[in-house]
């Protein structure tokens, strides 16, 4: 395929769209709304990284230094929910947009104008959630998750911001629906689904994941648009409603949601470690089948996030052990991606470098999981910092870190360029020490009784706040160092990326030049042995 | 405007999309304000971006329209439309699920715990002693004060029977349409959205019935909020379903389906049986038990 398409797509690089309107407002080119949702993705994280910063700063010390209480909830509530909705999940489809139609043969999305449209909608939705921190009364404060009633005490942005996540909604269910038609319907002959590469896989579990949620969470916010606007009463004990009823529906979407953020950054993974490691993936079809027992168990566990609310003791009894069996799956990921090391002829690379780093601070994400998910235990850490430091680790270090793993591991692809290993490095280490002294001290915090969500706390706690937010002030400069290495790769570069960036690399996406032209496998391409990653598996 | 790559129909470059993220923002950002009680702007902003909406989907489905009349679309471009559809449909089934959850949950176990059922239930104890539970309820403070339920076999059973013939009228125009017979596939695809119609027209008598006399509202405690919610939005997805069943039977007039591309009359017919099973779930579980 590589010579016929390529002179094919040679001829097609004129066709970029002329103007900017054209080619960004207009567009339905897979790589174009990728590098979209990705340059959203940077920006929100740095909105959400300020906010981050902004706390950290009034957590410096104890007493009140930078901003007021209320404020600081308005802070707390928004880094949520910018970060998950703005920065990771974004990110992912970017990575999915610009990946998923070159490493299985595809032209394009499925549906390429709807593309646009989930992308679209992202920046408003963002603009109408924001907007809120200048509205009379402020932002929502009651934490992300709107837990009523307190959140049904909200001012006027209650309903902007039910409203923004209802945008959201859309955005995401339309994009997994263009995603899943992708995968099933546009793969090249000869890539069949159990030989596509793994970070196809999870994005096809994952946008069945999204598709099933979405609509959930959007029933539950509905909810208490109705409760606070239209005078229902699911959430008032005095009409026969019940709080916990909102945490139910909520958490039903929230659990799988987090499994949405890190799923597709453990198919990153995937890829990445065979390529450094030059062996390929070991367990292939374990992943696969693993990554599936995740998204199903995903849906059985959502109590264990309300296990001091009073559960019947059965109840409490089902959701720790069906949470005790993720760590079955989830233990298979680990030891394939070790194994997959196990003798390799490695060299660590940044992309690499972040891999390894996510293996291992995932993993602690991971054990610290365990240890919430024990009923027992879980009385004692609940809403405690331990909690804040537990799903830093895996979202952080986990989402973030396979994200960043991604971008570094694809860029030379994209650009054409590749990106400074020197600068790649100093930004791996930065963050990777940064980072650890960021969120490691909060497991303390927790344990000692420092609950979460505060801007001012006992001087017991003072030691390791301090040491905590110089780790946050570090690892928020150091994201300036990747920013500056990305406008590097893509504008100032003079270097050539090869078609193939990394020597153990194998799949579609190196069949192809770097960087990838604008048009790629207009007509599909012809598999010829050795070209899949997992080519010889299953037959 | 558009190219034809490889096998593949990929668009070259659309307006409807960005027009379409507008609308909706425009539209959700006056709902806002009008819940807030910002007016004039509220309605002005909600109506202006339902105006936008519409005009995209003239626009944006008219495009798909025409390209499809040209033959650009492939089986295969037609299979990722099938797909879509399902999936979206899937979806909608996942948006019933929550507030069937809520109904199960308030039902099966918050009312009765409010009522002093299980161990360790200290609300009743200590709040709400004299409350005995029950369904239907309004809660332990009558809210919204004493209501009566609507009797399921006056207008919910004609209901019931309406939607039920409009799926078997939908089928028969469907076969008609595979065996190419134009002349009985029109009467019937007509039909169906006039039953349509008229399952929101009893509907909306049934609720004027539930406000004026039995003092079902939605403030009628956890009863009204479920009730309303759940046959408020199926009422919501039948008024949508006649809109696009009346797009279908004016295209099928137009000539615009031929026995194998017809592919915008399967999707509204699963739709349209989509909305007939959550009805079927809504009279079983709200209206008879």
């Known amino acids: 395929m590589s010579t016929h398409a390529a002179t094919h797509d040679d001829a097609q690089h004129d066709d970029v769209p002329k103007g900017f309107v054209h080619r960004w407002l207009f567009a339905t080119n897979h790589k174009d709304i990728g590098t979209m949702y990705l340059v959203l993705a940077l920006v929100m994280f740095f909105v959400g990284g300020t906010m981050a910063m902004v706390i950290r700063a009034e957590l410096f010390e104890p007493g009140l230094q930078l901003v007021q209480p209320y404020f600081f909830n308005e802070l707390t509530t928004l880094h949520g929910l910018v970060m998950i909705f703005g920065a990771i999940m974004p990110a992912l489809v970017g990575l999915a947009n610009w990946q998923i139609p070159l490493m299985i043969g595809a032209p394009d999305m499925a549906l390429p104008r709807m593309n646009n449209l989930s992308f679209w909608i992202m920046p408003f939705a963002f603009l109408l959630m924001l907007s809120t921190l200048f509205m009379p009364g402020g932002a929502i404060a009651g934490g992300w998750v709107m837990y009523p009633p307190l959140i049904l005490q909200t001012g006027e942005s209650l309903a902007f911001t039910i409203f923004a996540i209802h945008l959201m909604g859309i955005s995401s269910i339309m994009g997994s629906i263009n995603i899943i038609a992708t995968i099933l319907n546009l793969r090249a002959p000869g890539v069949d689904l159990l030989k596509m590469p793994l970070f196809v896989w999870t994005w096809l579990i994952t946008a069945f994941l999204l598709i099933a949620i979405m609509p959930v969470l959007a029933g539950a916010v509905t909810m208490l648009l109705t409760d606070k606007y239209f005078g229902t009463n699911f959430f008032n004990a005095a009409g026969g409603g019940d709080v916990l009823l909102y945490e139910h529906v909520f958490w039903f979407f929230g659990h799988p949601e987090v499994y949405v953020m890190i799923l597709p950054a453990f198919g990153v993974i995937s890829e990445v470690i065979p390529t450094f490691a030059r062996k390929p993936l070991f367990g292939y079809k374990p992943m696969v089948y693993a990554t599936a027992s995740i998204a199903f168990l995903s849906f059985i566990v959502w109590a264990h996030h309300m296990f001091t609310v009073g559960l019947p003791v059965g109840a409490q009894l089902f959701f720790m052990y069906a949470t005790m069996l993720i760590a079955v799956p989830t233990g298979v990921k680990v030891f394939n991606w070790v194994a997959t090391m196990w003798k390799g002829s490695m060299t660590f690379e940044t992309p690499m470098l972040f891999a390894v780093a996510f293996v291992i601070l995932f993993t602690i994400g991971g054990f610290s999981g365990l240890m919430l998910g024990l009923v027992p235990a879980d009385y004692q850490y609940h809403n405690s910092y331990f909690v804040v430091a537990h799903f830093h680790y895996v979202l952080v270090t986990g989402a973030a870190f396979g994200i960043m793993t991604g971008v570094y591991y694809w860029l030379p692809k994209w650009s054409g360029h590749m990106y400074s290993e020197r600068w790649g490095k100093i930004h791996f280490w930065l963050s990777v020490i940064s980072v650890n002294v960021?969120?490691?001290?909060?497991?303390?915090?927790?344990?000692?009784?420092?609950?979460?969500?505060?801007?001012?706390?006992?001087?017991?706690?003072?030691?390791?706040?301090?040491?905590?937010?110089?780790?946050?002030?570090?690892?928020?400069?150091?994201?300036?160092?990747?920013?500056?290495?990305?406008?590097?790769?893509?504008?100032?570069?003079?270097?050539?990326?090869?078609?193939?960036?990394?020597?153990?690399?194998?799949?579609?996406?190196?069949?192809?030049?770097?960087?990838a032209p604008h048009h790629t496998f207009s007509t599909p391409p012809e598999i010829k042995p050795g070209m899949l990653a997992h080519g010889d598996i299953a037959h | 405007m558009s190219q034809q790559v490889g096998s593949y129909y990929v668009p070259h470059g659309s307006r409807w999309p960005i027009i379409a993220a507008i609308g909706l923002f425009v539209f959700m950002w006056g709902a806002a304000h009008w819940l807030d009680g910002i007016t004039p702007e509220g309605p002005v902003l909600l109506f202006s971006g339902l105006a936008i909406l519409i005009f995209m989907f003239f626009g944006w489905f008219g495009e798909v329209i025409r390209e499809s009349l040209k033959g650009v679309y492939s089986a295969q471009v037609d299979t990722s439309f099938r797909m879509g559809m399902m999936w979206f449909i899937f979806s909608e089934v996942m948006f019933f699920a929550a507030f069937f959850g809520a109904l199960f949950y308030s039902r099966g176990l918050q009312v009765p715990w409010l009522a002093g059922e299980g161990h360790g239930a200290l609300t009743n104890f200590f709040l709400f002693r004299h409350y005995t539970g029950g369904w239907p309820t309004n809660g332990p403070a009558s809210v919204g004060g004493p209501f009566e339920t609507v009797p399921p076999w006056g207008e919910p059973l004609i209901n019931t029977l309406i939607l039920l013939s409009s799926s078997v009228t939908i089928t028969i125009a469907h076969h008609a349409l595979r065996d190419g017979n134009r002349r009985r596939m029109l009467p019937w695809l007509v039909a169906t959205p006039i039953l349509g119609m008229l399952f929101v027209y009893f509907q909306a008598r049934e609720y004027m019935d539930a406000y004026t006399h039995l003092n079902l509202t939605l403030h009628s405690g956890i009863y009204g909020a479920t009730f309303f919610m759940l046959t408020g939005f199926h009422g919501l997805h039948v008024t949508l379903g006649s809109i696009m069943l009346w797009v279908i039977a004016y295209r099928a007039w137009r000539g615009h389906f031929s026995k194998e591309h017809h592919f915008a009359f399967e999707a509204v017919a699963w739709y349209w049986h989509f909305v007939d099973i959550v009805w079927l779930g809504l009279f079983l579980f709200v209206y008879i038990m």
Do not use: C
């Open chain 1, 438 to 515: 960021l969120f490691f001290p909060q497991h303390f915090l927790g344990l000692a009784g420092m609950p979460r969500r505060i801007p001012d706390y006992n001087v017991a706690f003072a030691d390791w706040n301090m040491v905590s937010s110089i780790g946050g002030f570090v690892f928020g400069a150091t994201q300036l160092i990747f920013v500056g290495n990305i406008i590097y790769t893509v504008y100032f570069a003079k270097n050539q990326a090869p078609a193939r960036v990394w020597e153990g690399a194998h799949g579609l996406e190196w069949e192809v030049p770097s960087p």
